[in-house]
């Protein structure tokens, strides 16, 4: 399975634990240059899944209330 494919059935909690773990990488330093922009490339990639689990979750409960309001 590729990376993509993988990232598509990423979970928003596994998304966020793994940007967590990112950002703390990032911000403890004492990496290479090489090494950061892989992780903040990681750290777009996950940002991005779960800005879309959250724009999901918020779509799902607008659909709700226009059906209680109807």
């Known amino acids: 399975m590729s990376d993509e494919k993988k ?3 990423l979970g928003y909690e596994p998304a966020r634990a793994e940007l967590a773990a990112v ?3 990032l911000e ?3 990496i290479s240059l090489a090494e950061s922009l892989a992780l903040w490339e990681r750290g777009e990639q ?3 899944i779960c800005q879309r689990w959250l724009d999901g979750a918020r779509a ?3 659909a709700a209330r226009e059906r ?3």
């Open 7 to 9: 990232d598509e059935q």
């Open 28 to 30: 403890a330093g004492g």
């Open 46 to 48: 996950l940002a991005e």
């Open 23 to 25: 950002v703390e990488r």
């Open 68 to 70: 209680a309001d109807a």
């Open 60 to 62: 799902r409960i607008d």
